[in-house]
C-alpha cells in the first residue's frame, strides 16, 4: 500500500504561481511513474502532467509552457510547479503513482484561480 498526500493548493490570483508537492510513502517510488491529474465540478478527472522513473515528462496541451512536473527521490516527492494560472486551472489536483499495472491516488488539494 503507498499513500500519497498532497499539499501546497490554495487561493491564487490570475497569473499566480504555486507549487504542488505530493509525498509518497513506501520504498518504491525512485522506480514509480508519478502523475498529476485535476478534476473540475461536474469534469472528469484529466491528465496534467507524468513524470517516469527516469524523468521523461509528459503535459497536457492546455498547461504546456506553464506547468513543470519534477521529482525529488531522495525525498519521495513529485512536485508541480504551476505558473501563469488562469481561472480555467481551478480543480481539485490529484497525484498518482503507477507501478506494474498498480495505481494509488491522494486524496487530492484544491487550487483556486480567481480575482
Known amino acids: 500500500q503507498v499513500q500519497l498526500v498532497e499539499s501546497g493548493g490554495g487561493l491564487v490570483q490570475p497569473g499566480g504561481s504555486l507549487r504542488l508537492s505530493c509525498l509518497a510513502s513506501g520504498n518504491m517510488f525512485s522506480i514509480a511513474t508519478m502523475g498529476w491529474y485535476r478534476q473540475a465540478p461536474g469534469k472528469e478527472r484529466d491528465l496534467v502532467a507524468t513524470i517516469s522513473s527516469g524523468g521523461n515528462t509528459n503535459y497536457a496541451a492546455s498547461v504546456k509552457g506553464r506547468f513543470t512536473i519534477s521529482r525529488d527521490n531522495t525525498k519521495n516527492t513529485v512536485y508541480l510547479q504551476m505558473n501563469s494560472l488562469k481561472p480555467e486551472d481551478t480543480s481539485v489536483y490529484y497525484c498518482?503513482?503507477?507501478?506494474?499495472?498498480?495505481?494509488?491516488w491522494g486524496k487530492g488539494t484544491l487550487v483556486t484561480v480567481s480575482s
Open positions: 498518482k503513482y503507477m507501478n506494474v499495472g498498480v495505481n494509488y
